[in-house]
């Protein structure tokens, strides 16, 4: 690229050895200063962002009851109740969900106004743990 514009500097104007170590430095230092910023620039993976709300929604039998937590800007926020359940807070990392009768069927969705995750624990399953950082992954808990 520097070679390029040097070519194009000699048909224009006549410039000294002395200018065009300069404009050769300038235009090193421009194309420096570009890659820097652009890698930099790059948006990164998708992490929990502490500015972005991620709403659990727990379904499934009425009634039934679970026990869990989700884990939030890096604290366990322990979780108990029946479904159906609603939770919504700020950097929402992970979660897991247990459900107490195995019989019982208990359905994750989470979303947070870009991303979706949904995910069942059907009978004969424990629970569900969803990771949100890096990426939405869940799996079901097996005994």
Known sequence: MAQLLSVRLRLVTPVGNKMKQTIHALLLAA????????????????TASP???TTLEITGTEGAPFT??????????????????TITDFGISGCEFRKRN???VL???AHDGSST???????????VSADF???WSARNIKR
């Open 102 to 104: 195995p019989q019982d």
């Open 68 to 85: 869990g937590f989700y884990l939030v800007q890096g604290r366990k926020v322990s979780v108990s109740g029946s479904i159906p359940r």
């Open 117 to 127: 995750l949904n995910v069942v624990a059907p009978p004969e399953t424990v629970g």
């Open 51 to 53: 500015w972005i709300a």
């Open 107 to 109: 359905w994750l969705g």
């Open 31 to 46: 194309a420096t200063l570009v890659a820097i910023v652009g890698c930099t620039s790059v948006p990164p993976a998708k």
């Open 133 to 135: 950082s890096g990426g």
